[in-house]
């Protein structure tokens, strides 16, 4: 639960500068941007909450403790989607795990397969001798070994040089620049292409986002039914938990997460059957709703441009296992593929 002062967390002018890991001001004002438009459609054009509202209505889960940067993207979020929101109504609860699956963590299989697909990325990586130039050229000018700069991703820490425009970092021995960042994400993309090709990411994804999408379906059906708790549910998250959970859905069209991305379910009902809901999916804006594995075939057959709730209840209650001959998450942990 936050308190009232937030003293914890670090605050201008007192704290000019991020320290390692936190949100920068362009991230700020990033989701600074996302409460607000939000704000604008789902308070101001569908009155999803009342000036009324309580804590009850709003779920708030991020990962790490006080200080992570999810905290912070939750909290900047939240300044703008409710500008005058009482900081001692909010209850912000913390989760260890970056995919979020709280009790239901114990999964063997889906370790088995996050260890194959780690297994492929290291084979695709040793293949490339650009890549391995680039990476000995890195290592020497931050005056690292090969092997840690390798294992560091540095393509997360060149995203952070080149999305906030800052120069790539120099050091006597010489600069980190365009033709470094160039080889390293022509790798990324390649990458991406074969983990789609050979399923073994699906495989864990569909594993490690199955908790997490199964509260969400768990909550929909509750609105659905007419309770009005947890009408606003915010997980604040990152690319690792965000990639997987586009590609359990089947969002294939999707690219790697950019800084602020956000996912979307909104659970809607039909005006004039009450009894009848649906769901949009979308995707930093954008519909993707017949994107999904689920909804695909429902597209070329209906008119209504939304999805009925029980074909996304149906994929994560039942159809999420089948590719691993099961009928629950606890036998497809531990059903080994023959």
């Not at 997987?244 to 956000?262: M, N």
Request: glycine fraction near 4%.
């Amino acid at each position: 639960q936050m308190d009232g002062s937030l003293s914890s967390l670090p605050r201008y002018p007192s704290h000019s500068f991020c320290e390692m890991g936190e949100l920068t001001q362009t991230g700020v004002v990033q989701h600074l941007r996302n409460g607000q438009l939000l704000r604008e459609i789902y308070i101001k054009n569908h009155k999803l909450l009342l000036s009324d509202w309580t804590a009850k209505q709003l779920y708030l889960e991020t990962t790490g403790k006080r200080k992570s940067r999810t905290l912070q993207s939750a909290l900047a979020l939240l300044y703008a989607f409710l500008p005058d929101f009482d900081w001692k109504k909010i209850n912000m609860r913390h989760q260890w795990s970056t995919i979020f699956c709280s009790g239901s963590c114990d999964c063997p299989m889906r370790n088995h397969y996050l260890e194959e697909e780690q297994r492929r990325q290291y084979s695709l990586r040793v293949k490339n001798n650009d890549l391995e130039k680039i990476y000995v050229d890195m290592a020497k000018i931050v005056g690292i070994p090969t092997r840690q700069l390798r294992a560091s991703n540095p393509i997360d820490s060149l995203l952070c040089y080149f999305c906030h425009n800052v120069s790539f970092p120099c050091t006597k021995t010489g600069c980190i620049g365009m033709e470094h960042f160039k080889v390293i994400k022509r790798h990324q993309l390649e990458d991406e292409r074969e983990r789609q090709e050979k399923k073994l990411y699906f495989l864990y994804a569909l594993l490690a986002t199955h908790p997490l999408l199964n509260q969400t379906v768990n909550r929909l059906q509750r609105i659905a039914e007419g309770k009005k708790e947890e009408v606003f549910v915010l997980y604040s998250a990152h690319d690792v938990t965000l990639s997987p959970v586009l590609s359990a859905l089947g969002i294939t069209e999707a690219r790697f997460p950019r800084f602020a991305a956000r996912l979307v379910f909104e659970l809607w009902q039909d005006g004039k059957k009450p009894k009848e809901h649906f769901i949009r999916i979308l995707y930093n804006g954008a519909d993707v709703t017949f994107q999904t594995s689920f909804c695909k075939d429902y597209y070329k057959r209906s008119s209504k441009p939304m999805c009925p709730l029980e074909k996304i209840v149906n994929f994560v209650k039942r159809d999420m296992f089948l590719v691993f001959n099961s009928t629950s998450y606890y036998d497809a942990c531990r059903r080994r593929q023959l």
